[in-house]
């Protein structure tokens, strides 16, 4: 029974005694291409993590998780191409209150003279507001409930820099607050005379 099995397994050999060499090499190339293949393995495996760490950088903007404090629903804008022709040019940011508590929007202001910064809150408007030194931030303590929304306006004068004004420029306000860090709101230009 045992020696036809073993046969039946090595194929044209007959004889018993031929058919543990087959048997050995088959074992010897089993073990060589597991080998192999555990190789590529570990060799994915280990090519696998340099890929990875550039993720966590993702997460590092300054938005607040939402559930969480004072959220923007942008933190950065683009203007693109503009002309200091043609004056100045303004944005909006909202803010939502996205936590559970009230919040206070304590001061606002902005990284440059040429740009001032205002809060919309309903009807009222507190600003524009400019750079700390260059004009004074009074403090304003404006309350948002939970889920309740204000808009940052941001104005900014290409001209006010003169002709050294002409490229890209990026400037940044800041919200000071009573939930969080300071929320800062980015914006980008390209400017042309
Ligand atoms: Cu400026």
Known sequence: MMAKSASAKAGKHPNPSAVAPGVSNNRKF????GVVILGIGIAVVAAMPKDKPAEPVQPARAEAPSGTGLSASETSFNFGSISMAAGKVTHRFRLVNAGANPLEIQKIYTSCMCTTVA????VRQFGPFGMPGHTPIPTINQ??????????????????HGPAGVGPIERVVTIENS???PLQLAFSAQVRP
Do not use: M, N, S
Request: proline share 10%; hydrophobic share 50%.
């Open 143 to 160: 309350t948002l409930a939970p889920g309740e929304r204000a808009y940052v306006e941001v104005e900014f004068d290409p001209a006010a």
């Open 119 to 122: 809060l919309v809150k309903g």
């Open 179 to 181: 939930a969080q860090p």
């Open 30 to 33: 089993i073990i060589a291409a």
